[in-house]
């Protein structure tokens, strides 16, 4: 779809339950643009993405794809979209593993990492991106045990999950994060998200701290009001109505317009740049 229908055409009111459905979003939401020409940037590479399944990380997918990395996917439950990940990864010709359960479980992030070292030989870019997050109106409303919920998936997976992929890691290899604009800017309704997503961003200059000397770069993206199924599973209708208008642009943004930061990050084109957050958030200006 063309990216200006979000800014000319009204999102009607949708809702859907956690952690939402791809195929249900309306307008549907572009992934790659038509004229996105790869160019072999990860050509050899082979990349794991938490949350593959829909939204920026299916994106993140096919790009990376298009680009010639070979690509495996964790994701929680939503089958029909990790299946249309995997077809728009077998069009661009390189191989697909996709895998299904929960992130906040240590033992199976640790599985996930042997899964793909064995499907593909090894691993040199691992992309955290799989999140949830559940509104609240300010801390009194929070509920504390989805907010320990919350962070095993935003925040605790990514430990769980960089640990085990160290050791195959070696010089020249990428870890990337997704984090958010509310970690700088916060937001009430979202007190504990922000709080993990804020983690993110110490959790990458840190790890960046710890790795860059082996020639492993950490960086994290942190996007703004995107189009993807968590805005209508997380929101009131109402709000998904409203989601993006509020930005210096005036629109929600597209995956496709997310995903090519994460290419650059894990490609040699940002040989240099380690321990960073690239913002886009479509012209919101943060203190990085």
């Known amino acids: 779809m063309d990216k200006k229908d979000l800014k000319e055409e009204k999102i009607p009111e949708q809702q859907q339950p956690l952690p939402g459905s791809q195929q249900k979003l309306d307008p549907q939401p572009e992934i790659i ?11 050899g590479k082979s990349a794991l ?13 096919v790009h990376f794809a298009r680009e010639g990395a070979n690509v495996a ?20 010709g390189t ?13 199976f992030c640790e ?40 962070f095993r998936t935003n925040i605790l997976s990514m430990f769980y999950l960089t640990k085990a992929a160290l050791p ?6 990428a870890i990337i994060n997704t984090s958010s604009i509310v970690a700088y800017q916060g937001r009430e309704y979202l007190i504990d998200y922000g709080a993990t997503k804020g983690a993110i961003v110490g959790f990458t200059r840190s790890l960046n701290e710890d790795l860059a000397g082996e020639g492993i770069r950490v960086n994290s993206v942190a996007p703004g009001p995107i189009w993807t199924p968590l805005i209508p599973a997380s929101f009131p209708a109402e709000h998904v109505a409203e989601f993006g208008k509020s930005t210096n642009m005036g629109r929600p943004g597209q995956p496709s317009e997310v995903a090519p930061a994460y290419v ?8 240099y740049i380690s321990g960073q957050v690239i913002h886009v958030n479509g012209g919101e200006a943060v203190a990085s």
Request: with cysteine.
């Open 33 to 43: 643009r038509d004229d996105y020409k790869g160019s072999d940037k990860l050509r």
């Open 111 to 150: 599985q996930c990492i042997q899964r793909v070292t064995e499907s593909f030989g090894g691993l040199n870019i691992l992309v955290n991106n799989a999140g949830e997050q559940h509104t609240a109106k300010g801390l009194e409303e929070v509920d504390l045990d989805v907010t320990e919920r919350t």
């Open 168 to 173: 195959f890691l070696k010089e020249g290899d």
């Open 95 to 107: 191989k697909f593993l996709a895998m299904k359960g929960d992130i906040g479980d240590r033992s």
């Open 49 to 61: 993405i938490t949350g593959g399944d829909s939204g920026i990380g299916q994106a993140v997918a």
């Open 73 to 92: 996917i964790i994701y929680l439950e939503e089958d029909k979209d990790a299946r249309q990940t995997e077809e728009m990864v077998a069009r661009e």
């Open 264 to 271: 650059f990050l894990a490609s040699k084109d940002a040989s």
